[in-house]
């Protein structure tokens, strides 16, 4: 399978799979890549694209089209899916983890199987892969072929995509409890991260769908053995967490839309307050205005009470804006 005896660069860890025995032979980072092909069964082998030596590693990887070992070393970040001489490679959508907990930033592993091996290559630690590892080793037995090890990957992204759901559709349902509260407060800043996980989430699971859709339609001469079969069972999986994915996905866009509307009703209510106050000083302002001209001959200006007068005018003034307002139905 390789041309040189050279020590696995990259190596994060390989299998040797073996259904009929039930084994998952364990290899080794100091493995020579020459005796990778000694063995029964089917090889896993799981490579860290930080090291800079993957490539040429997999350029001497028999088996390997050309395209298939460009597919594994590159640093793309969307999605993909291609069936070519019985070869599937591409980049699968899967959450990045951190070494003491999960996180829900998007991460990104690339592949490459047929029915003797699966190589599958990653920057940052991935989520569903290590639950995979240890289905790998609790039971190898249930992996029968590198076919369904790939199908165990994006069963694996399917249940993480449901864990993540169920943990935003609590946060949705404690912000919901505030915005719908007697008293107003602005949560759009607790949403929108939530709304920016939904919005990525639900673009990447849609595009897997369309490839998954897509290859499972091409001819089934140039695809590995069962691929069909497995494409579309992981057709209908995705399927049914992209209805939940769409339907958190409105629910945080309606809850957008409902923090909006009260914000905009409390702000239309603060400016109706203020048109009042206008409305009710703006006659006494003219008022004071017209007596505190520096001109001569002003009314009441030689009387003794003419300040009391001037109390009057102001007084009408404002019930006269208020019979007004009244008339005219905004009070």
Known sequence: MLNAARALPGFVWGYRIDPAAGQAIRLQPETEPATLDNGPGFLWLHLNLADARVAALLDGFEGLTEQARAALITHDTHAALTVDEHIVYGTLVDFQREFDAETRDIGWLHFA???????????????????????????????????????????????????????????????????????????????????????????HLRTMLALLRRAAASDEENAPFAFDEVAQRLTARLEAVDHDVHALQERARLLHEEIDSKLSSETNRHLYILSLMTAFLLPPSLVTGFFGMNTSNLPFAAETDGTIYAIGFILVSIAAAWFLLRRAGIL
């Open 113 to 203: 199987l047929c029915d003797r091996f699966i190589i599958t290559t990653r920057l940052q630690p991935i989520r569903s892969i290590d639950r995979v590892r240890a289905a790998v080793e609790k039971n190898a037995g249930k992996y029968g072929s590198p076919m369904h090890l790939f199908e165990t990957l994006v069963a694996e992204f399917q249940r993480g995509i449901i864990a993540v759901v169920i943990e935003l559709t609590e946060e949705l349902n404690a912000i919901e409890d505030v915005v719908y509260d007697n008293e107003l407060r602005d949560e759009r800043r607790r949403l929108a991260p939530v709304r920016r996980v939904v919005v990525r989430l639900y673009r």
